[in-house]
Nanobody
Framework: QVQLVESGGGSVQPGGSLRMSCVSSGYKYDSWSGSCMAWFRQLPGKEREAVASIFSAGGSTYYADSVQGRFTIARDNTRLTLSLQMGSLKPEDTTTYYC??????????????WGQGTQVTVS
């Protein structure tokens, strides 16, 4: 049974930093090695958005314009973990963040597995 578990959310003042982690289990190495992982969030009144994503091969990354330069995504293909370092946090970053994986050789398309989410509050 595959599972993604996020941790590291919390409360912070504007301008502060948080680091979130996502630990995976139950994945075979082949499905992890050719995959795209991402952090998603859904802000009030808006559609769910990919905050950042990273592909396994080559480590190419994507960032939403709203977090570019403030957030850094990273993955450890040995430990099968994903992280998101968030800096210069703003109140509008407040929401639940989800770790997700797309078991395919691209980041375009539907994501397959999701964590339960971790709350980030900036105030």
């Amino acid at each position: 049974q595959v599972q993604l578990v996020e941790s590291g959310g919390g409360s912070v003042q504007p301008g502060g930093s948080l680091r979130m982690s996502c630990v995976s289990s139950g994945y075979k190495y082949d499905s992890w090695s050719g995959s795209c992982m991402a952090w998603f969030r859904q802000l009030p009144g808006k559609e769910r958005e990919a905050v950042a994503s990273i592909f396994s091969a080559g480590g190419s990354t994507y960032y939403a314009d709203s977090v570019q330069g403030r957030f850094t995504i990273a993955r450890d293909n040995t430990r099968l973990t994903l992280s998101l370092q968030m800096g210069s946090l703003k109140p509008e970053d407040t929401t639940t963040y989800y770790c997700s994986i797309r078991r395919a050789w691209s980041c375009a398309g539907e994501f397959h597995d999701w964590g339960q989410g971790t709350q980030v509050t900036v105030s």
